[in-house]
Nanobody
């Protein structure tokens, strides 16, 4: 079974940057990032179908950039101008095959273990 391994979380001051990485152990159709804070539902951040199409949540558009490397089965999330409200556990997610809706969590087949991002004010 395909597995997702994430890295790159950490603690950063407001205005700083972090880069998250996620590598799949096998082929996927599309990959994305979600975030979750305690007591709240997961929120869509960004997703890409290997560069053919990309979608961002409005709160991160212009600050975050999702990129992908199909050869490495990897997706990255460059997060710039970070704000305290970006603090969350970020999860990599993947769809292994077939069309789907980027913003519907149930459409993703695979989820990573999560990486914590903390932005201090």
């Amino acid at each position: 079974q395909v597995q997702l391994v994430e890295s790159g979380g950490g603690l950063v001051q407001a205005g700083g940057s972090l880069r998250l990485s996620c590598t799949a152990s096998g082929g996927t159709y599309a990959m994305g990032w979600w975030k979750q804070v305690p007591g709240k539902e997961g929120e869509f951040v960004a997703a890409t179908r290997w560069g053919d199409s990309t979608l961002y949540d409005k709160d991160v558009k212009g600050r975050f950039t999702i990129s992908s490397d199909k050869v490495r089965n990897s997706v990255y999330l460059q997060m710039n101008s970070l704000k305290p409200e970006d603090t969350a556990v970020y999860y990599c997610a993947a769809r292994t095959a077939g069309t789907f809706q980027f913003t519907r969590p149930g459409d993703y087949d695979l989820w990573g273990q999560g990486t914590r991002v903390t932005v201090s004010s």
